[in-house]
C-alpha cells in the first residue's frame, strides 16, 4: 500500500467532499434553522457540549471548530476510500468511483448514527431535517467520487507515480 497516494487522494476527495457537503449543510440549516452557519456549529457539539448545539450565529469557537471536525471527517472517510480501492484498476471508472464513494458515505452514516457514541455523533442532526441530512451524505459521496476521479486521472498522467 503506498500510503502517501492513499492520503493524497483522501486529501483532494475529502476536501471536495467535505465543501459540498458543507454547501448542502449551509443551505438546509438556512432553510430548517433560520440559520445557514446552525449545522455546522452543531458539528462542534463533540467539544464544546450542547451550547453547540443552540449556536445560529457564526462565530471561530463553534463555526471553526465545526467545519474543522466535519473536514477532518471527510478527509478521514475518502482516506479509507482511497485506500479500498488502490491497486484496482477498475476504480478509475466513473461507474465503479461513484459505487464505491456511495458506499463510503453509507458507511460513514452508519457509523455515524448507529456506531459512535450520541457525543461524537455529526450534530448536525440537531438542526436539519431528515431529508436533508440525506443530502449532506449524497454530496458527500459526489464530493468524494469526483475527488477520487480527480485525483487518480491526475496519479495516471504523471510520471513519476
Known amino acids: 500500500m503506498d500510503w502517501k497516494l492513499v492520503f493524497r487522494e483522501g486529501l483532494v476527495a475529502g476536501s471536495l467532499g467535505s465543501l459540498l457537503s458543507s454547501l448542502v449543510l449551509l443551505a438546509c440549516g438556512r432553510r430548517d434553522a433560520g440559520s445557514a452557519v446552525a449545522p455546522v456549529n452543531a458539528v462542534s457539539h463533540w467539544l464544546w457540549g450542547r451550547e453547540s448545539l443552540r449556536t445560529d450565529r457564526m462565530d471561530a469557537r463553534h463555526t471553526l471548530a465545526g467545519y474543522a471536525t466535519h473536514h477532518a471527517a471527510s ?15 477498475a476504480t478509475r471508472q466513473a461507474a465503479v468511483a461513484v459505487a464505491g464513494a456511495a458506499a463510503t458515505s453509507a458507511i460513514a452514516c452508519l457509523v455515524d448514527y448507529r456506531v459512535v457514541p450520541k457525543r461524537l455523533t455529526p450534530g448536525f442532526e440537531h438542526r436539519i431535517s431528515p431529508a436533508a441530512m440525506t443530502g449532506v451524505y449524497v454530496a458527500l459521496a459526489v464530493g468524494l467520487a469526483a475527488g477520487a476521479l480527480l485525483a487518480r486521472r491526475a496519479r495516471r498522467c504523471d510520471p513519476t507515480t
Open 75 to 89: 478527509v478521514f472517510w475518502a482516506s479509507l476510500h482511497a485506500a479500498a480501492a488502490q491497486g484496482r484498476p
